[in-house]
């Protein structure tokens, strides 16, 4: 598994705990709260994936300074390979295949959506008022889309003021922007189910912030309002628009419409300290470098025992250079299928110089693992590390990166 899809991989799971989290502490902050942390839920996966991946590229915690060597050549793959590659037939490329597929539907069945509210108000009788754009249009339900307001044909005068100021709550507040920026996660990870809770969530968080501020203007007429509205809406598939009446939440609405606004900001701080802790946790102490060259592999050795004086590759670092350049070979099929990632592999430098005990400690793909394990095993004596004075066996760490 490379470090990219590692990382994407994290990132949804981290999401789904965050989101979990979130559910947990809602009830202890406002509507208006409740909107701001779960929209800061994508923003905090994001951080705290980076900041993971900047503790794994430091070398905290290492007792002695870590030696990091060039990057070594391992060959090369023509274009028509790699560009071959994506239709190998390997589980990678397929999955991949089939997440920008999903990617390309979500993102289109987005744009559709949004032409087609346009396309309502493009082809209705508009009015101005208040810097918005009305419309009136038969056989539509009430729905906000920013500043473009579509109220229901059959309303009378009264109601569709009642209705009219809703929406306006819902433009004022930028809902619509809420609603795209989870459409366009959900064009990202769409095969996340969670995503689509999120977004459920938030359309009632944005009706019941609304209906709140209407019950404080209009108090138990508005209450009899959506009842009565209710029993005569039509339905609407806008998904993407603010409706006025989601049926689903008619009672819920009415039930908490009167409660009090919390604002307790404490148990938001929840989130953070959540994801902050699953990153540490997930933090390799081990320490890992990049080298985007083309076919190449990097290499670097830690030492994590306590020694006085470190192993050593016999004829210094040049030495291990040119073994690892005349022996560590891309493997052919993974240069193809496009795999890449860094391959910790353990080894021990005994007391007499021997290479024993040589274990993946974190993988990527079989053929990449065996392969770092092979020319690590292979290894001629090392001269041996030293503590007090006396050899003694040394535990080392060689991150191998595969990089295409």
């Known amino acids: 598994m490379t470090e990219i899809m590692w990382n994407f991989l994290w ?13 947990a ?4 902050l406002s509507f208006t709260g409740q909107r701001m942390v779960l929209l800061a839920v994508p923003l905090i996966v994001v951080g705290a994936v980076l900041i993971g991946s900047w503790l794994s590229s430091q070398n905290w915690g290492v007792t002695v300074p870590v030696v990091t060597l060039n990057t070594v050549d391992v060959g090369a793959v023509t274009v028509g390979d790699e560009l071959g590659s994506h239709f190998a037939g390997t589980d990678f490329s397929v999955w991949e295949m089939m997440y920008l597929a999903g990617v390309v539907l979500f993102f289109a069945w987005l744009v559709f959506r949004v032409i087609r509210i346009l396309m309502i108000f493009s082809k209705a009788n508009t009015w101005k008022t208040e810097g918005y754009t ?18 229901r044909a059959d309303l009378n005068e009264a109601d569709r003021e009642i209705v009219f ?5 819902h433009a004022r507040k930028r809902h619509s922007l809420d609603v795209l920026y989870v459409e366009l996660l959900q064009c990202i990870v769409w095969f996340n189910p969670f995503i689509f809770l999120m977004k459920k969530e938030l359309i009632h968080i944005h009706e019941f912030e609304v209906d709140q501020e209407m019950y404080s203007k209009y108090k138990v007429n508005y209450m009899e309002f959506l009842l009565a509205y209710a029993l005569g809406t039509s339905s609407s598939s806008y998904l993407l628009t603010n409706q006025f009446l989601t049926q689903l939440t008619l009672i819920k609405r009415i039930r908490i419409m009167k409660q009090t606004s919390k604002n307790r900001w404490v148990a938001a701080l929840s989130l953070p300290l959540v994801a902050g802790t699953l990153s540490l946790i997930s933090w390799t102490v081990e ?11 990097s290499a670097q050795v830690s030492q994590t025992g306590e020694v006085d004086k470190m192993p050593e590759f016999k004829g210094g670092m040049e030495a291990l250079v040119n073994y690892m350049t005349t022996n560590v070979k891309y493997p052919e099929s993974a240069a193809k299928a496009n795999i890449t990632g860094k391959v910790m592999v353990g ?7 021997k290479i024993t005990s040589v274990n993946i400690k974190r993988g990527v793909n079989a053929e990449l693992d065996a392969e770092a394990k ?5 290894m001629p004596e090392w001269i041996p590390g ?3 004075g006396k050899k003694v066996s040394t535990e080392m760490v060689l991150p191998v990166n595969f990089q295409l």
Do not use: M, Y
Request: charged share 15%.
């Open 386 to 388: 030293e503590a007090n």
């Open 25 to 28: 502490i809602k009830r202890q």
């Open 374 to 378: 092979r020319v690590v095993s292979a």
């Open 134 to 151: 009305v419309a009136q249009q038969p056989g539509l339900d009430s729905f906000s889309f920013f500043n473009l307001i579509q109220l």
């Open 347 to 353: 080894f021990v430098v005994t007391e007499t110089g």
């Open 11 to 23: 990132a949804n799971g981290l999401f789904i705990v965050l989101f979990l989290v979130f559910l």
């Open 287 to 297: 320490p890992q470098i990049t080298a985007p060259v083309k076919k190449q592999v």
């Open 165 to 169: 100021q809703h929406e306006k709550i």
